[in-house]
Nanobody, 122 residues
Framework: DVQLQASGGGLVQPGGSLRLSCVAS????????IGWFRQAPGKEREGVSC????????YYSDSVKGRFTISTNDAKDTVYLQMNSLKPEDTAVYYC???????????????WGQGTQVTVSS
């Protein structure tokens, strides 16, 4: 099993930046795709970005492309989501998840971390 710990959320003004971290306990992400999802109140969980460690490929939703960057550390036990130019509509609980293949769909991911709240407001 993979245990994930997400952190780095907070309150930021529009236009600001945050970096989220997703740390794996006990193993690396070598055999997994890691995705970031978000869920705003009253809305469905949305795929934001994912990274596939086998070839380093990445995916971004249209709503965050050009503003968010997903990356991993050399040890491949932490995945980051750098979020720049944040907008109020980015406000949500953000989750990281691990699955056997890269996907924008939550049902394809087996392991989930707890969420971290991101609030973009002036």
């Amino acid at each position: 099993d993979v245990q994930l710990q997400a952190s780095g959320g907070g309150l930021v003004q529009p236009g600001g930046s945050l970096r989220l971290s997703c740390v794996a306990s006990g193993r690396t992400f070598d055999d997994y795709a890691i995705g970031w999802f978000r869920q705003a109140p009253g809305k469905e969980r949305e795929g934001v970005s994912c990274i596939w460690h086998n070839d380093g490929s990445t995916y971004y939703s249209d709503s965050v492309k050009g503003r968010f960057t997903i990356s991993t550390n050399d040890a491949k036990d932490t995945v980051y989501l750098q979020m720049n130019s944040l907008k109020p509509e980015d406000t949500a609980v953000y989750y990281c998840a691990a699955g056997p293949r890269p996907s924008a769909f939550a049902y394809e991911y087996e392991y989930w971390g707890q969420g971290t709240q991101v609030t973009v407001s002036s």
